[in-house]
């Protein structure tokens, strides 16, 4: 055996290492901060949310399993950041808090209903109010240029590219204005125009569609209402000016409002517009069986019924396209792929001339539009049967296709969320109780190094060593962690670190006094250590195989600090096994070689090397008498 190797080796894992915690991607700011590991929330703070349950479309309040299933889905998707010690947990029978560590964290989106549609584009027209005005436009029913729409088309690995409309919207996560709209203290659907706010301790009172419709008819007038109502098209107030005047009411609707009305009133009346679509509550158009009406780049489209939904896609990643830009793709299931094809199929062919003018792209093809909760994100121009996967392209960076991924993935919550506040936490007794168990670890440590070496002497300073480089391996490993997947140590984590001291302490003991036996019976140091160390190895591997497998199934089974306290036990239980094979070993070999290694009183081997001895001097002794 060459111990000069192994070694090596072992140093060659420390050069890597610690030139990832000095010089990695993540590592910021002076020699000393970035030797920072990243800390939990019970020991640095964090950031808090509170979403808030609203009620559904029919006026309902949210029900206890339809809670819990929406805490889960935002259980794993705030996960998806990283084993950051994340805490979601429910309050009240309406309320989810999320807590995660490190300040200022951005967790708007992780309550986004993530309701993933494919729509035809049956109609388009303007959005933006232009048309609502009674003087002439010859922009009020605009076909989207050519050049701006976006095609999907059958390339290699039959993938559907949707490239982003001009100044549109794009893969974007939802707009300033949408999240300021969902941020809004509207606790339900009820209509602006019904009887005066009452005070906020007080309990919406539930409404049906067809009552919250009976209301924005009283608020609008009877005249405008039947008005809209007969409209068949999209109203040409250029050609009977006397629509501008009747029509002008629905202009003051809230968004609130504007999602109960028909889907033929929110299409064909000009001043409803993409401002008030935009800043829908939050799945304003779920109902996959019913038309529905949303905007890009200012263009209101009338959708189809959703042919294709999220729960079609198998599989959601972020990755990077041909030209370097940001791209969420899509793996059907095997029906969904049936779907898909179906509809790209319809798409191309404008089966029963589905798609008028408006809504056709430059080559005459319907367009199908990605549409997530209440936007648009593209609407690619379908120029083929797709029988493959698909690509959902924008206006994307790293993290906005993580998100859409991350939602898509772990699929659409079952209850819609209105984010309540949001506001940073500071640690309370983490700073006393880090120092405590930092103490203790040390105190851990230092009373195990002094039993070493009271008891096994030279072999006292192996335990030091190997301990010291444990600690070295285990802290990088947790700043690099710490930057790479999120890794966040808690109290829960440096605990389970605290109990790896006692699993590496085993491993000496296990291995001296196999090496103490060999001696006893009746071999040399020399010889003794190769030997012990293989009876001790299989010992040493199935004891720390065993903790490493009590780790997992932890890890697995658990949630919140237990995960982070069994993903340190397993991560300073692997790095054990390095060092055990690559500096313990040689460096007993090295030992074994040397005149104190031979000596009772330096090696700590005093007990076993007298009695080999004076067995030998028994073995001597009926010789002597016979001759």
Not at 336 to 362: I, M, P, S, V
Not at 370 to 385: A, H, K, M, T
């Amino acid at each position: 055996m060459r111990p000069g190797r192994q070694l090596a080796v072992l140093g060659l894992i420390f050069v890597v290492l610690y030139l990832l915690v000095f010089f990695s991607g993540g590592a910021k700011g002076g020699w000393q901060d970035r030797l920072e590991p990243r800390l939990g929330l019970d020991l640095i703070g964090g950031t808090r949310l509170t979403l808030e349950a609203t009620n559904t479309v029919d006026g309902k309040p949210p029900t206890a399993a339809n809670l819990e299933e929406a805490r889960q889905i935002i259980e794993n998707r705030v996960n998806a950041y990283g084993v950051a010690e994340a805490e979601v947990v429910t309050e009240g029978n309406r309320n989810i808090v999320i807590s995660l560590p490190g300040q200022n964290r951005d967790l708007t989106n992780v309550g986004e209903a993530a309701e993933l549609r494919f729509r035809k584009v049956l109609k388009a027209t303007d959005g933006s109010g232009a048309a609502a005005q009674p003087a002439p436009s010859a922009s009020a029913t605009p076909k989207p240029s050519g050049s701006a729409s976006p095609k999907a088309t059958a390339g290699a690995g039959a993938k559907a590219s949707a490239t982003p409309s001009a100044g549109g919207q794009g893969g974007m996560a939802p707009t300033p204005s949408a999240s300021a709209s969902a941020a809004a203290p509207t606790a339900s659907a009820t209509p602006s125009a019904a009887a005066p706010s009452p005070s906020a301790s007080a309990e919406p009172v539930p409404q049906s569609i067809e009552q919250q419709r009976k209301a924005i008819e009283q608020k609008v007038g009877a005249a405008a209402w039947a008005a809209a109502s007969g409209l068949q098209a999209p109203a040409d107030l250029a050609t009977d000016p006397s629509l501008a005047d009747k029509l002008k009411p629905f202009g003051t609707l809230s968004p609130q409002e504007v999602a109960v009305l028909p889907v033929g009133i929110q299409f064909n009346v000009p001043t409803i517009t993409c401002a008030q679509l935009d800043k829908r509550p939050a799945a304003s158009i779920k109902n996959e069986n019913e038309q529905a009406v949303a905007c890009e780049a200012g263009a209101k489209y009338l959708l189809d019924k959703a042919k294709v939904l999220g729960t079609d896609v198998d599989d959601a990643n972020a990755v990077l396209d041909q030209t370097s830009s940001w791209v969420v793709s899509l793996n059907f299931t095997g029906k969904g792929q049936e779907k898909w094809t179906a509809l790209t199929r319809e798409a191309f062919n404008n089966e029963g001339q589905a798609c008028d003018q408006t809504a056709l792209g430059q080559d005459g093809k319907c367009r199908v539009a990605v549409v997530l909760d209440n936007e648009i994100v593209s609407s690619p121009e379908i120029q083929g049967v797709l029988t493959g996967d698909s690509q959902i392209t924008g206006s994307f960076d790293n993290k906005t296709a993580n998100t859409l991924a991350s939602q898509l993935r772990y699929g659409a919550l079952p209850v819609t969320f209105e984010p309540q506040e949001q506001q940073n936490v500071t640690a309370t007794l983490g700073d006393s109780h880090l120092k405590a168990g930092l103490l203790a670890a040390g105190i851990g440590m230092l009373l195990v190094i002094i039993y070493s070496f009271f008891y096994y002497r030279l072999l006292g300073s192996v335990i030091f060593l190997s301990l010291v480089l444990s600690a070295l391996l285990v802290f990088g490993a947790l700043v690099v962690l710490g930057r790479s997947i999120g890794f966040t140590l808690t109290l829960a984590g440096i605990a389970g670190m605290i109990v790896s001291l006692g699993v590496a302490a085993d491993s000496f003991v296990i291995y001296f006094e196999r090496l103490k036996d060999e001696i006893r019976e009746g071999r040399s140091p020399r010889s003794a250590v190769p030997r012990a160390w293989v009876r001790a190895r299989r010992t040493i591997i199935s004891a720390n195989a065993i903790t490493l497998m009590s780790a997992v199934v932890l890890y697995i089974v658990s949630v919140g600090a237990v995960k982070g306290f069994a993903f340190a036990l397993g991560l300073a239980t692997v790095l054990d096994l390095v060092v055990v094979f690559l500096f313990r070993h040689p460096i007993m070999t090295m030992f074994a070689r040397t005149r104190a290694f031979l000596s009772p009183r330096v090696s700590g081997l005093g007990r076993a090397l007298p009695a080999r001895s004076a067995e030998q001097a028994t073995a001597r002794n009926p010789r002597v008498k016979e001759a």
